[in-house]
């Protein structure tokens, strides 16, 4: 099976996770409802109960696992987390728009990757050299 790369793992993990955010701005609930999603991707604890209860979540989370080589993948999800945010941000919490934006990642990850920080650019660098994904992560798999 061919390795996933790593920028599309984060989307799976944004995926699985993703609480539904359908309002205008990112208002108060909005923010907590964020907050709690990114404390989901990154605590193991939260993170494995919410897995177990659904069978696309298991998929993803076993792929990254495969794809990691058992190490690494608190730091996928750590990043998810921050590009979740960010998609969040962009999309004032509009589920439709967020869904918009992962569907464009989807289609061109190497524009999404160019908007991300220098750091986070790195971390996706590292993690896919870790994971022996020589393709890069501007490589479609």
Known sequence: MPKLNLLYVCLLAIQFAGLPLATAELGKDSQEAL?????LLRDP?????AINQ?????????ELQKLMGGKGADGVYDLSADIFAKIVN???G???????K??????NPEAFLK???????????SMANQSGDK???SNKP
């Open 35 to 39: 907050e709690k999603t990114q404390t």
């Open 45 to 49: 604890t939260q993170r494995n109960a």
């Open 54 to 62: 659904n069978q696309d979540a298991r998929s993803n989370d076993a």
């Open 90 to 92: 962009e999309s004032n």
């Open 94 to 100: 509009d589920v439709v728009v967020m869904q918009q």
């Open 102 to 107: 992962i569907e464009q990642v989807q289609k």
């Open 115 to 125: 908007s991300l920080t220098p750091e986070q650019q790195a971390r996706i660098k």
């Open 135 to 137: 393709r890069g992560p």
